[in-house]
C-alpha cells in the first residue's frame, strides 16, 4: 500500500512537470516552448523570454544545436533573403528607404537551465550560400552533449524589432501579424528521417521562396499588448490578465503543433461559428464585416471536405485573420490553427478570391501542420499538393468553370487557373518542380511548385480514378500524419497501393510516372492529328493518327465516333512519336478524340485533342460577330474625340 | 427637351446619311472581322473543343488557343485598332457633313453635297480635332497627377472605401472635365461651320463662353445623350444574356441586333452635334454667314476681334427664314 501512494506520488509529480507540454500528445513532442513576450506598439519591438525544452529524437549524441532567427531576413539589404527577393513578395514591397520598415532579433542571452551560459558561443552561420551577411541561423556548441532521447532545458532572452509587413509577418500602422519571430530550434533528422543517413541538423537560411520546417511542440506563450488590442493566436486562449500599466497579457497553449503566430489589433471585427468540434474565429477588418459569410462558408466546406476525403482535423479550433489592405503582405498565409485570409472591400461576389485564399490556406493544417513536410526542400508537397486540394474544394463547392472567376460573363474554375499557369509558361520545360526552392528558376517558382505539382496531381488522379487516388490520399495521412514526411514517402504509398488495384495497368510502379513530372521537366501533348475514311467494300476503312507533340510519354485512350453512332475506345501507350489506327467498319469515322475524359489534364493544349472530318463554324461565327461589334463599339467611342 | 427631339426627328430623317457612316464603320469593321474569321476557323481546324464556346465562356479553350494560335491573332487586333484610328480620322471627316445637314434639315438628304461639306470643312476640324484631344491629354495627365499625390498623402489615414470613394471620385470628376471638353468641342465645331471660321482655338473659346453661359442646355444636354447611349449598352446586354448565342438562329439574330446597336450609336452622335447645332443656333444667332457647300466660299471676314465681342445674346431660336436664306445661296 505504502508502495502504492509512492508510485502515485511519483507519477502526479511527473505530470504535473510534464503537463506544461505532454498532455495527450499525438507528436513526438521535441520542441517545446515556454514564452512570455510584450509588444510595445510605439515601436515596433518585441521583449521576450523564452524557455525551450528540447528531445534529442536520435540515437545521436548532438554536440551543437541549432537554431532560426527568421526575423533577421529583414535586417538589411543584405540577407539571403533580400538579396534573392529584391525586397518584395507576391508584389509587396518593403520600403526600403525607411529604417522602420526593417526589422531583427537578437538573443541576448541563452542559457542551459542549471548549467552552461551558451551567449558567448553564437555563432551564425549560412549553410545554403555562404552569404556572411544573412544571420537567419545559429549555431551554438554544447560543452555537455545531449544523449539520444536526453532533453536539454534553455532559457533565452530575445528582443525583436517587426519589419514593417510586406513579406507575412510584422506591423502595418496598429495592425500586427506576429509569425516567425521568436529563436526557434532547426529540425534535428535522425538517420532514416527523409533522406538523412546519417543523423543532421536540417536549418536552412531564410530565403526568398521558401518557407519552414519545424518539428512538433507543445507552445505556452503569453503575449503582452495593450489592453484595447484584440490578439488571437495559435492554438487555445487560456486566460487574460490585466495588468496595472494599462496592458493585458493573454495566455495561449498549442499542442502537436510546428509554429506560433499571433496577431494583435484594436480594430477586428470578431465573428464566431462552430463546425462539428471546431470553434472558428473569424477577425475582420471593420470594412470586411459584410464578407463573413463568404469566409465562413469557405472555411466550413474546407473543414468538411478535408474531414470526408483526407483526415479528421485534430484540433479544437481555427483561427481565420483578415489583415487590412494596407497589411496584404500578410495576407493568405498559414500557421498551425491559424491562417490568414485576403479580400479587399467591394469584391464582387463572382470574385471569389476571400474564399479561395480561406480554403488555401486551411488546406495547409494538414499540408505542412499535420503532415510537416520539409518547406525549404520540397515545396510542392505542401504547397502543391494543398493547390491540388484547393482545385478540389473550389470545383466542387462553386462550380467547375466558376469556381474562382464567374463574373460578367468571365468564368475560371480553380483547376483550369492551375493549369494555366503551369502549361501556358513561356517554357514550361524550365525546371522540374523537384529542387530546394530557393533554387528553382526565380520567376517559376509558383508555377512549378503550386500550379504544376497541382495540374499533376489532378493528371494522377485521372489515371487511378477518384476513389483510388483518395485511399492513396487517406493512407499517405494516416502513416505520415504528425511526422516529416518527404516526396519518397509519398511517392512509395502511391506504388505501394496503386499496381496491385489496377492490375499493373502501369506497370510495376508509377515511378515513370514522377520521373517526369516531378523530377523530370517532359511536357505532355498529344494530338488527334487526322482522320481519314475510304470504302474498302461494304465497309469503311477508317484511320486515325495520333502525335506525340511533347517529350511526356503517358498511356491514352483514344475515342473515335462513328457516323452510325457507334463509338470505340482504343488504348495506347502513348511513346513512339506517332500511332495510326485502321479500323474496317461499316460506318466511317466521324471524329476521333485522344484522352476524352481529359485524364491527361496536364496536356498542354487540350484543343488539338479531337479531329472532326466536319466541325460547324458556328463557334467562330459567334465570336466573330462579338468581335466585329467591339471593333465597331471602340470605333465608336474614338468618335467621340472627333 | 425640343432640341434633343428636333434633332433626333431630323437625324431620324437623315437616315441615309447615317446608313453610308455605319456602312463605313461595317466595312471597316469587316475589313478585321473577315480575316479573323478566316484565321480562327483555320486555327480552331477540326477540333472539337470550340463547340464548348457555343454555351459561354470556356477558360481553357480560350487560353489554350490564344497560347498556340495568339500570334495569328494578335496581328488582328493591331488592325483593328488602327481601322479605329482610320474611323476616328472619317468621323472628324463626316462632321463638316453632319452639321451641314442640320443646317439644311428641310432638303432631302444630297450625298453629294454632304461629301462636298465633309471635304470643305475637314481641314479645319482637324485642328479642332488636334486641340480638344490635346487639352484631353493634358488634363488626363494632370489629374492623374493630382490625383495620385492626393491618394498618396492621405493613403495611411483613409480607410479602404474611403480610398475606393476618392479613386471613384476622381475618375468622375476626370470623366466631367473631359465630357466638358468634348461637350465644348462639339460647340466649337457648330462655330466654325456658323462663322466660317478657321481658328480652331478662338472657336473653342467661343465655345466655352457658350457652354459655360448655358451649362443646362449645352452640358445638361450632352450628358442626357451619353445616358441615352448606356441605356442602349443596358438593353443590349439584356438582350445579349435573354437571347444567347448557342446557335446559328441566335448568332444571326444577334448580329442583327448588335449592328442596329451600333446603327443607333451613330444615330446618337449624329443628333448629338445636332443638339449642339440647334442649341448654338437658338442661343447664339448669327446672321447667315456660311455659304453652302455648292457655292463654297469665304465670307468676307469680319475682323476676329470683331466676332470675340460679338454680345453672345439669348435672342429666341433663329427662325426658319436663316436656313431658307442659306438654301437661297445654295440652290
Redesign the interface.
Known sequence: MLMYKYLMLLIVTALFVVAPFSAAAQSPSIANYQIQVELNPATKRLTGRETLVWRNPSTDVIRELQFHLYLNAFKNQQSTFMRESGGQLRGEYINATSKEAYGFIDVLSMRVRNGENLTPKIQFFQPDDGNTDDQTVIRVPLSKPVGPGETITLDIAFRAKLPQIFARTGYSRDFFLVGQWFPKIGVYEPAGTRYATTGQWNTHQFHANSEFYADYGVYDVSMTTPKEYWVSATGLMQGETLNRNGTKTIRYRAEDVVDFAWTASPHFQVVEDKWRHVSIELLLQPEHRYQAQRHLEAAKAALAYFDKYLGRYPYPNLTIVDPPFHASGAAGMEYPTFITAGTAWGLPAGIRLAEMVTIHEFGHQYFMQLLASNEFEEAWLDEGINQYYEGRIMDETYGRKTSVVDWLGLRMGDFEMSRDTYVHLDNPAISPSYANTWQLPGNYYGALTYSKTATWMKTLEGLLGRPLMDEVMQTYFNRWKFRHPSGKDFIAIVNEITPRRLDYRYGPDMNWFFNQVLYGDQVCDYELHMVRNSKQGANYRSTVTVYRLGDAKMPVEVLVHFDDGSEKRLQWDGKARSETFVLVQPGRVEWAQVDPDQTLYIDTNLNNNSYAIRTSAAPTAKYTAKFLFWVQNLMQWLTWLA | MSFLMQSLRITWHSRRMVLVIYLI??V???L???P??GA??AE????????A??D??????F???M??KGNAISPLLSV??W???V???L??F??GGILMRFAEPHRPVILGAFWQACSHYFRR?VGL?AL??GV?LLLAFVWLIVCTLFILAF??AL???E??GIGLSCFLAFALMVTLV?CIGDYAKVDMLRRDERNALRAFRRASALVFRHLVWTYGLYWVLLLMGAGLFALYFTIESAVG?S??TT?LL??LI?QV??AG??GL?VATLGVSWQVYDQRMPLPAVYAGPSTIETPSHTTDETRTNEPLTNEPARPASNLDTTKKTTE
Open positions: 464603320s461595317l471597316l469593321g469587316l478585321v472581322a473577315l479573323f474569321y480562327v476557323r480552331t481546324d477540326h477540333s472539337l473543343a470550340f463547340d464556346l457555343l459561354g465562356f470556356d477558360y481553357t479553350v487560353t489554350d488557343f497560347q498556340e483593328g485598332r481601322a479605329s484610328v474611323y476616328l480620322l468621323s472628324v463626316f462632321t476640324y480635332f480638344s484631344t484631353v493613403a495611411d480607410s479602404e472605401r480610398l475606393f468634348l448565342m446557335n446559328w448568332i444577334m448580329l448588335q446597336f451600333i450609336r451613330i452622335k
